[in-house]
């Protein structure tokens, strides 16, 4: 049977915290803009509550082992529609970090009493003016700095691919690099940047030509926008799904996964985009967003698992039968399970 574990995502001038977000910051930022409660997170992902808690206040030191923490993030991850090794690697160099100021601290306190006394002496006045002559500085150079970045729009360049340019496949891995602060968005579905403001996401494109928007937003509410167009020839080449008069093609593909005693499903995303991930045997073969009708065919021995950000939007053919839709809500499906006993 199927087994579908769905959980809806819900989707003015805002006071926004200045500073690159942490990790706990993202979580919550993520989780806020979805309208979701932690008690929702925790009953979809199977996450106590209070670790979740412990995760976006940033106190680790009462989170489990490390092995559990990341085993959470991917969960957290997963039911948000976010890239699981951006949150990870943030999780890492923020313990890191704690973990070193903990020794400097050590470090310090026994370092200060090897140090000699100097004949030069610090009078109160000569602190006072240095630290008049630093704050000052200070104080301009930010000003300087949030004078710029309110009147300029955020970086925004997107590296690959190049505009106007063609592919032979079905899909293109978008990539560029923007304000490590922003909200990305990739014709309009959110996606993680790293803390140094590059991204990537694959994207699975429809047969012809493909326009992606990709748009940053910064604390500021300022936006840069870029347009990409992609042509893509995968019919041309390889008799791929989705052209009506190839329709002997398209039976004789969807028999091939019974003759080789596989399993196989056909997605099609109507409308997009849609983030998706994908496991074939325990194994991650797809993790990225699928534009309007596109189309991927998966296949595997034993089963597959399909995580969808709109279950509404998700269409889905098992072994050459149309099913329709992943699920009835406009939220994310989650561990969807097609297996040689699937039956409809």
């Not at 004078?147 to 978008?174: C, D, K, M, Y």
């Not at 109507?270 to 998706?276: A, E, M, N």
């Not at 699928?290 to 998700?314: C, D, P, Y």
Request: negative net charge.
């Amino acid at each position: 049977m199927l087994r579908v574990s769905c959980c809806v995502i819900m989707n003015g001038f805002t006071k926004k915290k200045i500073g690159t977000l942490t990790l706990g910051e993202k979580l919550r930022k993520f989780r806020e803009e979805r309208r979701i409660s932690l008690g929702e997170v925790s009953r979809c992902s199977r996450i106590k509550i209070e670790y979740l808690e412990y995760l976006e206040e940033g106190n680790y030191d009462n989170l489990p082992a490390d092995v559990y923490v990341k085993g959470f993030l991917r969960s957290y991850a997963e039911f948000l529609g976010v890239d699981e090794q951006v949150l990870i690697k943030l999780y890492e160099k923020e313990k890191g970090i704690k973990k070193n100021i903990k020794g400097s601290s050590e470090d310090d306190k026994g370092n200060m009493e090897a140090i000699n006394i100097s004949s030069f002496v610090l009078t109160p006045k000569k602190i006072f003016s240095v630290l008049a002559v630093v704050i000052t500085f200070a104080g301009v150079l930010y000003l300087y700095k949030q004078v710029n970045s309110f009147a300029s729009n955020p970086r925004l360049v997107v590296t690959n691919p190049r505009n106007n340019s063609e592919v032979e496949g079905n899909s293109v891995v978008l990539e560029g690099v923007t304000e490590k602060e922003a909200n990305l968005f990739i014709n309009g579905q959110p996606i993680l940047v790293d803390d140094e403001g590059k991204f990537g996401e694959e994207i699975t494109l429809q047969s012809g030509v493909n326009v992606i928007s990709v748009k940053s937003v910064n604390k500021f509410e300022k936006e840069a926008v870029e347009s990409v167009t992609v042509n893509s020839k995968y019919q041309e080449t390889d008799g791929s799904l989705g052209n009506s008069s190839d329709a002997d093609n398209r039976e004789e593909l969807e028999k091939t996964g019974t003759e080789n005693n596989e399993i196989q499903i056909e997605l099609r995303v109507d409308p997009g985009p849609v983030w998706l991930s994908i496991e074939s045997d325990e194994n991650l073969v797809f993790s990225g967003t699928m534009l309007t009708g596109a189309t991927q065919i998966f296949k595997a021995h034993e089963k597959i698992v399909v995580n969808s950000g709109r279950a509404n939007a998700t269409f889905v053919k098992f072994n050459g039968k149309d099913i329709g839709a992943l699920g009835q809500e406009a939220g994310a499906a989650r561990g969807v399970v097609f297996n040689k006993d699937t039956k409809y």
